[in-house]
């Protein structure tokens, strides 16, 4: 152990981009002390990927962030919609989806709801969201060098301003470093899938003639396909600011430099179909669409993986970012419940357990949904797996633990089911359904964050025994509530709902969900010793010897 570290803290987060951040957020809700470092002077300039699932918004919800995120995604609030095109001066135009919730069924699962958000605009709120919480975000921060043992990790930091070093002792390291993770490379950890898709070169543009071009249409993306025009456009603001998406093709030769600004122009302009179109270029950022999984997700129980680090996907869909935030929101409340003594360092194994399937069984559908859309420049070769599989809601919030820190989960379950079926089912996100608490409403999930939650009818006898298993078990945080229609209920359901369905139990019965809002564990009807099995239930979930 590094008894002579210049910075001491039980984390060292290691990337400060959309997952990192994330991660810092998390970290810091859950009263995490932690330093984040990023070789980069700041937050992205570039508008990256920006589409929020409703899934990932649950957890900005939870975690206090969702009105400052919404605030910074005002610009393109209600653009819905993916449109392929020949051009945007012709009437052949194809939606490949018209509305990204036509008939209004995620009402049915989640109190929150799309957004999008470009990474630009994002990254300032959840450093400011994570700074505010005491976090110690260092942009011009590189990570050199790291070493780990059994008690912890010990790295070397550079400022890139000042030239200086600093040794940093952690107990553990999570590395949000991207999709060419040095850490993961120091760590030899090898990656499976179809590899590289297709390459991009994202440019960002200025027209203030584009809108009047563009009428009454309103996209999320537009798909032009335009032979040898081609590409995707992306509003910015829906005003003045763009963004397009070239096709690059190294493997004949092509190099950046032969985006020049011209031909960047004259590509948007025939694309578009408007000659003379007024474009103005602004930067330029390669991108490369991949699709590769870490085969595993951590090293020695000290060092994790965790965003692009574990996981390249394919843009479509935007599952690539959403499943990384979900990764980091998984692997803050297990960290946190080990630094408090509450849970073995085995349940750390659980990480990976739970979000490397995920990742494996989203990013096959990414790109299978990247071929469905024929994104620019991508060619899928026919004996690449995936297929078209389920639709994207199923994918971004109906995915399950079958194992892991879960007791009675279904081994067999798939992954990722092929219709929602969120009804407290093991290993699933918890039910949504709206409560009054002291005349508030709110919904079940807002009560999911920090501690294991307890739920059970008016009158049984659960709550009692969380309460006793409560005192059993001092360092793990536990809550219990009572839901009911009348006054000796905790939480009051609306009228006509029946909690004990929704969460698919007789009204005896209890539902234990995790901090991340995951069922681990349910009792359908009434047990003997409430207290004693309960007590069983947290002890084995959280890997406690």
Not at 193 to 199: D, I, M, S, T, V
Not at 295 to 305: K, M, W
Not at 342 to 355: K, P, S, V
Not at 486 to 498: I, K, R, S, V, W
């Given at each position: 152990m590094e008894d002579n570290a210049d910075v001491r803290v039980p984390v060292l987060v290691v990337g400060g981009s959309l997952v990192g951040l994330s991660t810092s957020l998390f970290l810091s809700r859950h009263g995490v002390r932690h330093l984040l470092v990023e070789k980069h002077s700041g937050t992205s300039p570039h508008p990256r990927g920006r589409g929020i699932n409703a899934r990932t918004m649950e957890l900005f919800r939870t975690a206090g962030a969702e009105h400052a995120i919404r605030r910074a995604a005002s610009a393109l609030e209600g653009v819905q919609g993916i449109l392929q095109a020949r051009s945007l001066t012709g009437g052949d135009h194809n939606w490949l989806i018209k509305s990204v919730d036509p008939s209004g069924a995620l009402r049915k699962f989640s109190p929150t709801g799309w957004c999008l958000c470009s990474q630009n605009n994002i990254e300032p709120v959840l450093a400011a969201q994570s700074r505010a919480q005491g976090a110690d975000i260092r942009?011009?921060?590189e990570l050199m060098s790291f070493?780990?043992?059994?008690?912890?990790?010990?790295a070397l930091v550079k400022n890139r301003e000042t030239g200086e070093h600093a040794t940093v002792r952690a107990d553990f390291l999570i590395a949000a470093d991207g999709p060419r993770s040095p850490v993961r490379e120091q760590l030899g950890i090898p990656q499976t899938?179809?590899?590289?898709?297709?390459?991009n070169v994202s440019v960002t543009f200025r027209s203030e003639r584009l809108i009047e071009v563009l009428g009454d249409l309103r996209f999320i993306v537009c798909y032009l396909m335009r032979p040898g025009a081609d590409g995707?456009?992306?509003p910015v603001d829906n005003a003045t600011q763009w963004v397009f998406h070239a096709p690059w093709h190294p493997d004949r030769g092509e190099t950046l430099e032969d985006f020049t600004d011209e031909r960047c122009v004259e590509q948007i302009r025939n694309a578009i179909g408007v000659p003379d179109l007024d474009v103005e270029i602004g930067g330029k950022a390669p991108w490369h669409a991949a699709e590769r999984v870490a085969?595993?997700?951590?090293?020695?129980?000290?060092?994790?993986?965790?965003?692009?680090a574990a996981h390249e996907m394919s843009p479509t869909g935007a599952f690539g970012s959403n499943t990384g935030i979900q990764d980091a929101h998984n692997l803050a409340w297990k960290i946190a419940a080990v630094l408090d003594?509450?849970?073995?360092?085995?349940?750390?194994?659980?990480?990976?357990?739970?979000?490397l399937p995920v990742a494996r069984a989203t990013s096959e559908r990414a790109s299978a949904r990247s071929a469905e859309h024929s994104h620019p420049g991508y060619a899928p070769p026919p004996t690449m797996g995936g297929g078209p599989g389920s639709g994207i809601l199923p994918t971004a919030m109906g995915y399950c633990y079958p194992q892991g820190a879960v007791v009675g989960g279904d081994p067999g379950r798939p992954i990722i089911p092929e219709a929602m079926r969120l009804m407290g089912d093991t290993g699933t996100r918890a039910p949504h359904m709206w409560l009054l608490r002291a005349g508030e409403r709110i919904s079940s999930l807002d009560l999911y964050e920090r501690s294991f939650v307890l739920l059970s009818g008016a009158g049984t006898p659960w709550r009692e025994a969380a309460e006793r298993v409560a005192r059993q078990l001092p360092a793990v945080r536990l809550d219990a509530y009572t839901i009911g229609s009348?006054?000796?209920?905790?939480?009051?359901?609306?009228?006509?709902?029946?909690w004990a369905e929704v969460h698919g139990m007789d009204p005896d019965g209890a539902v234990l969900v995790r901090p991340d809002g995951f069922v681990a564990w349910r009792s359908e009807r009434a047990v003997a010793e409430p207290a004693a099995t309960l007590q069983e239930v947290l002890t084995t979930v959280l890997q406690r010897r």
């Open positions: 942009f011009s921060t070493d780990q043992d059994a008690e912890g990790v010990t899938g179809n590899g590289e898709l297709f390459h995707a456009l992306l085969e595993r997700y951590s090293s020695g129980r000290r060092v994790f993986l965790a965003g692009d003594g509450a849970a073995g360092i085995e349940l750390l194994d659980t990480y990976e357990a739970e979000r009348g006054p000796d209920a905790d939480l009051l359901q609306e009228t006509g709902a029946d």
